[in-house]
């Protein structure tokens, strides 16, 4: 799980540099060669993706650092923490669901990937299996109760 987010991290940060250092230089030399500076909405907006570009590369260079900080050894093997997954019975549906908790930045609600600071993500941590747990939502609370839990380092131990 951290080596994959790590290496998407990577990419998303070489395509950015990527596109820092060579398309968008060359897309505002075209858009200066246009003439006056001040009514050429292609200056302008090559500007703002510029420094938007800029602030991304910024973000994933922090974000990585905090993921280096990460100690498996750290992470708790029978309650639900980063990187778990997690199968839960929504009590009101009567339906299971499987959660995967992740950092904000790379949700994937079609592989059911949740951030750890979503009102669910929050409220499952910490949760062992056979909990039940209240999840404030903005519709109301809603109940859950951890079925089937996988940690984080669990998972890396069937890796090896």
Do not use: C
């Not at 951290?2 to 395509?15: H, M, P, W």
């Amino acid at each position: 799980m951290l080596e994959e987010i790590k290496t998407r991290i990577s990419d998303e940060v070489d395509a950015l540099t990527h596109e820092l250092n060579v398309e968008l230089p060359d897309r505002i030399k075209k858009a200066v060669e246009l003439g006056d500076l001040r009514e050429n909405s292609e200056y302008k907006s090559a500007l703002e993706r510029q420094q938007f570009v800029q602030a991304r590369i910024g973000h994933l260079a922090w974000r990585m650092s905090e993921l280096s900080k990460i100690n498996v050894d750290d992470v708790p093997a029978d309650r639900v923490g980063f990187g778990s997954i997690v199968r839960v019975l929504d009590h009101a549906r009567n339906i299971e669901t499987t959660f995967t908790i992740v950092a904000g930045d790379y949700i994937d609600l079609d592989k059911g990937h949740i951030s750890v600071d979503s009102p669910i993500g929050r409220g499952l941590m910490g949760a062992r299996e056979g909990d039940d747990v209240t999840v404030t939502l903005p519709v109301g609370p809603k109940r859950f109760r951890v079925v089937e839990l996988t940690t984080l380092p669990q998972q890396l131990e069937s890796d090896e």
